[in-house]
């Protein structure tokens, strides 16, 4: 049995140890139907232990509602099933200049509070051998908002994969996001973001990072 000074502590325990999202080896297992089920069950139970009537139309269908977006929307890249596919092709233009995906959406939540983070990410690479359709940076990025996280992770999982893909180190990974969990609770900070930057290769070249930066410091979020 766990006392309070043990639970008070391990609710302050921020950080995980790996890029991966932590998962249980079973996380899969159950159909998508399965998990709105049970998890309707269980807010059900939540809404009631604060006291709400579930029998007034406003409410009634909240459990339901709430158990869909947290599978097939708001948690929807969890399941490796929904990672997209990243198509390269041959760079036969021969460009080996900074291309720049920006201002790309970020909606995600904070694995801590499960409140949202909301933000933008910008995305660099100097092309070698493959380059990537535009399209798909945008889905990589939606894909791993699309889960519980920490900001930190979010930029690591997104330059690890657009490395492996393209195969070069050569990628830069900036997000800034305001946080609801600092906003709305807490120390309530309206005005505050954050900002993560993550990158590899050429980019730990300060003058090539600074280009970076100044193309997308006109930015707001």
Same mark, same amino acid.
């Given at each position: 049995?766990?006392?309070? %000074?043990?639970?008070?502590? $391990?609710? &302050? ?12 080896? &079973? /996380?899969? %297992?159950? !159909? $998508? &139907? ?13 809404? #009631? $232990? ?5 029998? *007034? *139309?406003? +409410? ?6 709430? /158990? ?18 990243? !198509? ?26 499960? +409140?949202?983070?909301?933000?933008? /990410?910008?995305? @660099?690479?100097?092309?070698? *051998? ?5 399209? =798909?940076?945008?889905?990589?990025? *939606?894909?791993?908002? +699309?889960?519980? #996280?920490? #900001?930190?992770?979010?930029? +690591? ?12 180190? &050569? ?5 800034? @996001?305001?946080?609801?969990?600092? !906003? ?7 005005? !505050? ?12 070249? /300060? $003058? ?11 930015? =707001?979020?």
């Amino acid at each position: 049995m766990k006392n309070k %000074e043990q639970i008070i502590t $391990e609710g &302050d325990a921020h950080f995980s140890t790996s890029i991966k999202t932590p998962l249980r080896a &079973d /996380a899969f %297992e159950k !159909s $998508e &139907d399965e998990k709105i089920k049970n998890i309707q069950h269980h807010f059900k139970m939540i809404m #009631q $232990e604060m006291g709400l009537d579930l029998t *007034d *139309d406003s +409410l009634s269908g909240t459990p339901y509602r709430v /158990a869909k977006m947290y599978v097939k929307e708001l948690f929807y890249g969890l399941n490796p099933a929904n990672k997209p596919k990243l !198509s390269t092709f041959n760079n036969k233009y021969g460009y080996q200049k900074m291309l720049i995906e920006q201002n790309i959406n970020i909606d995600s939540a904070c694995e801590h509070h499960f +409140l949202p983070i909301v933000g933008h /990410a910008n995305v @660099a690479y100097l092309p070698k *051998d493959k380059v990537i359709g535009l399209s =798909k940076i945008n889905r990589l990025v *939606d894909y791993y908002a +699309l889960r519980p #996280q920490v #900001q930190e992770r979010l930029v +690591l999982q997104i330059l690890n994969d657009l490395q492996t893909v393209l195969d070069t180190k &050569d990628v830069i990974v900036m997000v800034t @996001a305001k946080h609801l969990c600092v !906003s709305s609770r807490g120390i309530k900070d309206q005005s !505050s973001f954050t900002t993560t930057l993550e990158y590899g290769g050429c980019f730990a070249n /300060a $003058e090539i990072r600074n280009e970076f930066l100044k193309i997308v410091s006109n930015q =707001k979020v």
